[in-house]
């Protein structure tokens, strides 16, 4: 099969100040206080590779674990086995939480025949730390730490021909965006600094993100981006519609956008 990229939609979570992920359908709104979060991963498969850009929140959710990727990838014809590369634009746990599982009581591999990209300098940040969030994710960060194909990414790095890693911090202090350009196909992940759909129209400045005036800013150059090089936008926490072309922008109204759907993307 020819090049293709697909959303391997994880789940729809109302995630409170507790920092629990309560699974809820796709269409409920979250719990009074609560921000209401999709997950998606999303695969690029070639005739030579199969990426990952970021992996989901693997069992760190509820009612979640490796079983729903696998489903997803056994839907496409694939396996767990067969992703070559992840690259992970940054190191919350609902972004990486999927890369090991305790299935059988024990910390394994998700992927285990897989490359983990991460940046270098906020893995060394991470793994400092006396604590990743509590003690079962500290042990989850410690077994990847041991176990993982781990490979570092300076802040502006191209590990493949067509893939292309840049530092933009903002939503956290090593975000990174995540391109793929093999002439024909261009996609663009930038984690929460492009998070849903109705970010590329929205101008604020999130009280959550690490350095909030810098996200904003590179919200605003990634889209221009997207917009004037054809990226097909890839945003982790859409509910409806993660893959998006930008078509036109108007100064009154912003950009319009046209949905990739997996078929069209085939």
Request: some cysteine; glycine content about 8%.
């Amino acid at each position: 099969m020819k090049t293709y990229a697909t959303p391997l939609y994880e789940g729809t979570f109302s995630v409170g100040l507790d920092k629990k992920f309560v699974r809820i359908d796709r269409d409920d709104p979250p719990a009074k206080g609560a921000l209401k979060l999709s997950l998606n991963p999303f695969l690029i498969h070639t005739p030579e590779r199969n990426y990952l850009f970021d992996c989901g929140i693997g069992e760190f959710g509820e009612d979640t674990g490796p079983e729903i990727v696998r489903q997803n990838l056994e839907a496409l014809g694939l396996t767990e086995f067969d992703i070559t590369d992840i690259f992970v634009s940054h190191l919350h746990y609902d972004h990486i939480g999927g890369l090991a599982h305790r299935e059988n009581g024990y910390w394994e591999l998700t992927f285990p025949e897989a490359k983990i990209w991460v940046s270098e300098k906020g893995w060394k940040k991470v793994t400092e730390k006396e604590e990743y969030y509590d003690e079962e994710k500290t042990e989850f960060i410690s077994f990847l730490d041991a176990k993982a194909d781990l490979h570092f990414l300076k802040e502006e790095d191209q590990p493949y021909p067509e893939i292309k890693v840049r530092k933009i911090g903002g939503h956290t202090e090593f975000h990174q965006v995540l391109l793929f350009d093999d002439g024909e196909h261009k996609y663009l992940q930038a984690g929460d600094v492009i998070g849903t759909k109705g970010a590329v129209n929205r101008k604020y400045a999130a009280k959550y993100d690490f350095e909030p005036k810098v996200s904003q800013q590179r919200r605003e150059e990634l889209t221009k981006l997207a917009l004037d090089e054809g990226f097909v936008i890839m945003s982790y926490h859409e509910d409806k519609h993660p893959m998006y072309k930008l078509t036109s922008y108007d100064d009154k109204t912003g950009y319009s956008t046209e949905n990739i759907e997996f078929n069209e993307s085939a």
